[in-house]
């Protein structure tokens, strides 16, 4: 397997499970009402209806929170299934809510009653077996009460009477979708507590241990005394640049494991030890030396454990202006996956440019830890799609319904789509994400939930 292949690999699997947040469809014909409902029940807090009927809007999907209850809200009137005629349509529509979500809100106006459209999209949504509730709205009085119960007749349970408009039900609507809505996983908070952990690794011989001697002898070391915090004892409490930080197993450098064959195999482990319990990890190289297999297998180390990584270039003192030209050529060829993290170029021995290093490792750490919101999420996704499609592939072209971001630390996207979307794409879809909102330093997990 070439590194390439590898790291595809990496980055692509998919077998560790997103915890997401449930999702609710609101479903039903144009103009009933779907939008003001949406803008309702997340409180307007990012939405803006957009009054033309028929119009594709670029956002679909919103954060919404009800009594603590987190759950995603998506707005179908965004959805442009490609089937021809009105019914056929909003058929299309209900069919593609039904399948990525985990609640469908079944949107009806009370003002117009049912129509065949209706009962058609009632069969897709009997068909699916997923919950339904059933909203009555424009009952902006009691005079629209007799109305809504007369859905009834749908065979989908009790009609919600509501008034999207001026919010009349919309509390009790809530309360009844809550009630049948999969929980979703607790908030995180992504920020550790105490000092942030960072880990300190690299192949044997690149200066580790000159480096944290540095760093630890530049600045007062301030084991135990930070308030709250019980320290490993293979840690070290640093302070650095007006903070506090843990570097993890620095016990491990300090000792100076000589790496006599067979030890190599305990390094290994060790620096996979050190990464998985750290945010972020410094990864350091030595400069004046090609890079190697094992560099790399540890950047890739990195990567693999979703943390937030930097790249720390050392014994930047040896470099003459040849090594310093060939070096390029090696971050251009073999670093091409990793462009995204922070480089610093250092000498432990001269302390040259010990001063960005810190600053590297807040970027990473931010980068990490940046959520997009929903909305934004969509917005970035509406423009992402018209301007660069996903290929047609044997007559069919996948498309993305919408998308989230369940998780930081590392940012992990699930991307609800009709159809698998090629690994080059979704590369696309990854560069595009980090012109737009950064995640310097971050692995970044892209996930599909297919759907049809
Ligand atoms: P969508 O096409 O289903 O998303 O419908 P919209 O949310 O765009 O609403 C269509 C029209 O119905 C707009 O003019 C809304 O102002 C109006 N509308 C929405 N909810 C209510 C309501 O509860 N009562 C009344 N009277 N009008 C509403
Ligand atoms: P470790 O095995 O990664 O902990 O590496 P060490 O800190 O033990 O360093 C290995 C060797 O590289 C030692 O001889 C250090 O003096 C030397 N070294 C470390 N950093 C630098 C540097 O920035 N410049 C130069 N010229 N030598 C360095």
Not at 85 to 107: M, T
Not at 134 to 163: F, I, M, Y
Not at 338 to 367: C, F, K, Q, Y
Not at 392 to 404: A, E, H, S, W
């Amino acid at each position: 397997m070439s590194d390439e292949e590898l790291y595809d690999d990496l980055v692509d699997s998919d077998d560790d499970v997103i915890e997401d947040v449930p999702v609710v469809a609101v479903v039903g014909r144009p103009n009933v009402g779907k939008s003001t409902l949406v803008n309702r029940i997340i409180g307007r807090r990012e939405a803006v209806v957009e009054d033309r009927p028929g119009v594709t809007r670029d956002r679909v999907a919103y954060d919404a929170n009800w009594n603590g209850r987190r759950f995603t809200v998506v707005d179908t009137g965004g959805w442009d299934p490609d089937a021809r005629g009105f019914a056929a349509r909003v058929a299309a529509q209900a069919e593609l809510a039904v399948g990525a979500a985990d609640v469908v809100l079944f949107v009806l106006d009370v003002t117009v009653g049912m129509t065949d459209v209706d009962e058609a999209v009632v069969k897709i949504l009997q068909r699916s077996g997923k919950p339904v509730l059933v909203a009555a709205n424009k009952v902006d009085d009691q005079r629209g009460e007799t109305a809504a119960s007369e859905l009834w007749s749908l065979g989908l349970g009790q009609p919600h009477p509501v008034s999207a408009i001026h919010g009349r039900g919309s509390g009790d609507l809530l309360d009844a979708l809550l009630a049948v809505l999969p929980s979703a996983p607790p908030d995180r908070e992504p920020v550790s507590e105490g000092p942030h952990r960072v880990a300190l690794v690299g192949k044997p011989n690149v200066g580790k241990s000159s480096l944290l001697n540095k760093l630890a002898g530049s600045e007062r070391v301030v084991v135990d005394s930070v308030a709250g915090t019980t320290v490993d004892p293979v840690d070290e409490l640093v302070e650095l640049g007006g903070s506090t930080w843990r570097f993890i197993d620095t016990a491990g450098i300090r000792r100076r494991v000589r790496e006599a064959s067979g030890h190599e195999y305990y390094a290994s482990l060790r620096t996979a030890a050190a990464i998985s319990r750290a945010e972020v990890a410094v990864v350091l190289l030595d400069a004046s030396e090609p890079m190697s297999e094992q560099d790399l297998r540890i950047i890739s180390q990195v990567v693999e454990s979703g943390r937030a990584l930097v790249m720390a270039f050392n014994k930047w003192d040896l470099l003459d202006e040849d090594r310093r030209l060939r070096l390029e050529k090696e971050l251009d060829r073999q670093l091409v996956r990793v462009t995204w993290a922070p480089r610093v170029n250092i000498s432990a021995s001269t302390g040259r440019h010990m001063d960005r290093l810190v600053p590297a490792i807040e970027t990473a750490l931010e980068g990490w830890t940046t959520r997009v919101s929903t909305a934004q999420l969509n917005a970035f996704l509406g423009r992402l799609v018209a301007s660069h499609p996903h290929p047609v592939r044997g007559g069919k072209q996948p498309r993305i319904l919408f998308g989230t971001q369940p998780q930081t630390s590392p940012p992990k996207f699930l991307l609800f789509t009709t159809g698998f979307l090629e690994a080059g794409y979704r590369r696309y879809i990854e560069r595009r994400l980090r012109e737009e909102f950064g995640f310097v330093g971050s692995p970044i997990e892209i996930s599909l939930r297919e759907r049809q």
